[in-house]
Structures are given as structure tokens and as C-alpha cells.
């Protein structure tokens, strides 16, 4: 499992008239978001896999009330609409702080606070640098990939989960800000030292692209923050005539279904991207016309594609518009409505479901691939590209 310190704990907000599904990540366990009110955003399943179900009805009235009337009394709002989303049986609600909702704000934008660092767990739990970004306060201080990091902040990371060795980076029992420090325990062959370095706000490239071989390029889609249909687009415009196209999705954690419906127009001429409903109200998304309809396409996915990234897997799917290989993806699928509290909280409640075009239900289901494919899944979609058009 791996990980880098763009995500910190979960977050479940969304904003202004953004359309927003879970930003959750393998990272973060659970992590989902949402949007403002009047624009659904989506929750996720049990750890079971079950599809959560449908929250009671009047279940957003009681929670808002709750939180009223804590309002007057001079009680906190927040652990009142707290109290009543646990009795309400909607097990993706949750309330958060105004804090935690103007920092989702800026991870939405593609900039999160931290250190630049890129890291993964061994089977000995020890956590090795992968790779550090690049004009970060990591890389200032000459930090490598293939480095160990042995602690933080005098505590010892090894053994611990990625997820929380992410949160310590980012300083998130503390509520570290940009210009913090935090001190690094390294070690580099036989050499072991200490770095503190200063957090800083960065932006993450959500977008990278590659080319795999002459006939084929890779599109990697970390998440569906802030431009990134447009920057999707862009590749598919300089992909050479002929070549095919591998969309990679894996681990992809879902963002903004605005940017997730924004790349399926990439490859997609107009037509349905997904249905949703809200309190019994169905709604639709569609593609722009004028994508890519003729280039060799390959989504790859696995358990770590969530949320708006399967919304995109399936609409690709349904339409016969690319091959899906990996294994299947997480199954997060539950629309949710964010209603702000009064004292600036936001608690997010669950009012439907998102659907692919052929009706396909993905939460607590996940998508299946249309080619099982774990280790080596890579080279197996460009095995397949090579059977679906001119590429050899």
C-alpha cells in the first residue's frame, strides 16, 4: 500500500455549485464528500462491502433541527447534529468542523499542506520514500526516493499504517498550517540522520501522461481534482493518430463528478455519463460532444478506484467506449446533501444513489472489469489495445 501526504484525513465537503462524489482515497480510510446544498456529492459502503441503506426520511430536518436547537440553548451545534446522525441509521453521515471544510476546499483545487513526500509500507512495515515532489521542502533538503523515513517527530513509524504516517507529515492532530516544521527521521544505506523541515502548500499533478511505447500512451488519473478534464482532453489531442490510449484509474480516489464527467467527454461524443437521484428525484449527467470516439481505449481500474473515477469507468463501460481491465473497483456509490450548521459545521446526509447508463448500481457492488487482471495489468491492457485497433 502506499501513499503521500496530499491526504490527510477524510474529508466530505464540496462547494458552490460544484457537483462533487466522494474524494475518498486508499490513503484515508472512508474518506467522502460532498457539496453545498442543492448539489449531491456521495458516500461510500461497510466494510463488508454491503450497500449502505437509504437514510430515513426527515432524517436531514432532524439532524438540522438538532443542531438548532443546541444553537439556542447555547450548546455546540456540531455535537448536536453529531448525536443525531448517529441514532438517525445513515451510516455514511457525518458532521464536520468549518476548519475541516475550508481545508477539503483547498485539496479540491489540487493544493494540500505538507512536505512533498510520496511513501509506501514493506512487508516489514518499514516506510520508504517513493518519490519526492518536486520544488517541495522535501526535496530542498535533499531527500531521495528509496529513502527510509524511521520517524516523526521522534515517533517511530515503522510498523504503522501509511495512512496514519500521512496524517503525522501533515501535522493533523495538531492542526499544522503551512510554515510549521516537522522533524524527519531518515535513513540512506548506513547513514542516519534527522531533517526538520517547514510544511509548505503545494499543488499535486492529478494528471500525468507517459508514453508506454510508440502505440501507446498512458494517461494516470490520481483524482478528479480541480482542471483536470481539461488537462485529460489536452493529452488525448497530442496523442499521436493510431495510438491507443491507456486510462489509468488505479487508486484513483474519486474529487469533483463536474471534472469526472468533464474526462468522459474526452472520449465521448455527448450521451449519457450517469443518473443519480436525490429524495426520489432523478437527474442526469452528459458528456460534451466532440471527444475522442476512434482511439484504441483501455481504463484500467482496481480496488482503489472509487466513487466519481467508477462513475467515469462505468459510463465508459456501458458505452462500449473502452475496455475496463484490472480487478473491481471499491463500490462507492451513495449520493449525499452537505447542509451548513449554524455555527459553521457541515454535516453531510445521505439522500440516494448514483447509477451508470445501462442502470448499473455501483455502491457496495463496485464495477466489475471486463479482464481480471492484478499483477502485470499494465502490460495485459496494452496486450488488449494491441487487438482493438492499429497498434501492434
Given at each position: 500500500m502506499s501513499g503521500r501526504d496530499l491526504f490527510c484525513q477524510?474529508?466530505?465537503?464540496?462547494?458552490?455549485?460544484?457537483?462533487t462524489l466522494v474524494f475518498a482515497s486508499v490513503l484515508v480510510a472512508g474518506a467522502a464528500t460532498g457539496s453545498l446544498p442543492g448539489d449531491p456529492g456521495e458516500g461510500g459502503r461497510s466494510a463488508s462491502g454491503a450497500a449502505p441503506s437509504p437514510a430515513p426520511v426527515g432524517h436531514s430536518e432532524d439532524v438540522t433541527r438538532a443542531a438548532e436547537e443546541a444553537a439556542a440553548d447555547g450548546k455546540s451545534p456540531m455535537e448536536a447534529a453529531e448525536r443525531a446522525v448517529s441514532r438517525s441509521g445513515d451510516r455514511?453521515?457525518?458532521?464536520?468542523?468549518?476548519?475541516?471544510?475550508?481545508?477539503?476546499?483547498?485539496?479540491?483545487?489540487?493544493?494540500?499542506?505538507?512536505?512533498?513526500?510520496?511513501?509506501?509500507?514493506?512487508?516489514?512495515?518499514?516506510?520508504?520514500?517513493?518519490?519526492?515532489?518536486?520544488?517541495?521542502?522535501?526535496?530542498?533538503?535533499g531527500i531521495r526516493a528509496g529513502d527510509r523515513l524511521r520517524s516523526v517527530d521522534g515517533r517511530s513509524v515503522e510498523g504503522l499504517p501509511v495512512t496514519d504516517v500521512v496524517s503525522l507529515l501533515r501535522g493533523d492532530a495538531t492542526g499544522a498550517s503551512a510554515g510549521s516544521t516537522v522533524r524527519l527521521g531518515l535513513e540512506r544505506g548506513t547513514r542516519a540522520w534527522t531533517e526538520t523541515l517547514r510544511r509548505a502548500l503545494l499543488s499535486t499533478?492529478?494528471?500525468?501522461?507517459?508514453?508506454?511505447?510508440?502505440?501507446?500512451?498512458?494517461?494516470?488519473?490520481?483524482?478528479?481534482?480541480?482542471?483536470?478534464?481539461?488537462?485529460?482532453?489536452?493529452?488525448?489531442?497530442?496523442?499521436?493518430?493510431?495510438?491507443?490510449?491507456?486510462?489509468?484509474?488505479?487508486?484513483?480516489?474519486?474529487?469533483l463528478v463536474t471534472e469526472a464527467v468533464s474526462t468522459a467527454s474526452a472520449f465521448l461524443d455527448g450521451g449519457l455519463v450517469a443518473t443519480y437521484d436525490v429524495d426520489g428525484?432523478?437527474?442526469?449527467?452528459?458528456?460534451?460532444?466532440?471527444?475522442?470516439?476512434?482511439?484504441?481505449?483501455?481504463?484500467?481500474?482496481?480496488?482503489?478506484?472509487?466513487?466519481?473515477?467508477?462513475?467515469?469507468?462505468?459510463?465508459?463501460?456501458d458505452r462500449g467506449r473502452a475496455v475496463v481491465v484490472g480487478s473491481r473497483t471499491f463500490g462507492k456509490g451513495s449520493v449525499q446533501m452537505p447542509s451548513r450548521l449554524p455555527d459553521g459545521s457541515v454535516a453531510e446526509l445521505t439522500v440516494g444513489h448514483y447509477r451508470t447508463p445501462s442502470g448499473h448500481g455501483v455502491d457496495g457492488r463496485g464495477i466489475t472489469p471486463d479482464l481480471e487482471a492484478d499483477d502485470g495489468a499494465l502490460e495485459r491492457a496494452e496486450t488488449v489495445l494491441s487487438g482493438l485497433g492499429d497498434v501492434s
Open positions: 477524510p474529508r466530505r465537503f464540496g462547494r458552490g455549485a460544484v457537483l455514511w453521515a457525518a458532521v464536520y468542523s468549518e476548519g475541516e471544510y475550508a481545508e477539503f476546499e483547498a485539496s479540491l483545487d489540487g493544493r494540500y499542506t505538507g512536505v512533498g513526500l510520496e511513501a509506501r509500507g514493506d512487508r516489514d512495515g518499514r516506510i520508504e520514500v517513493t518519490k519526492v515532489q518536486s520544488g517541495s521542502p522535501a526535496a530542498a533538503a499533478d492529478s494528471v500525468t501522461v507517459h508514453r508506454l511505447s510508440d502505440d501507446t500512451t498512458v494517461i494516470t488519473v490520481a483524482a478528479f481534482t480541480k482542471g483536470v478534464g481539461d488537462s485529460v482532453r489536452s493529452a488525448v489531442r497530442r496523442t499521436p493518430a493510431g495510438a491507443g490510449i491507456v486510462l489509468d484509474l488505479r487508486g484513483n480516489s474519486g474529487g428525484d432523478q437527474r442526469a449527467l452528459h458528456a460534451e460532444g466532440g471527444g475522442d470516439t476512434t482511439s484504441p481505449l483501455v481504463a484500467l481500474v482496481d480496488g482503489g478506484t472509487m466513487s466519481a473515477a467508477e462513475l467515469l469507468t462505468g459510463a465508459l463501460q
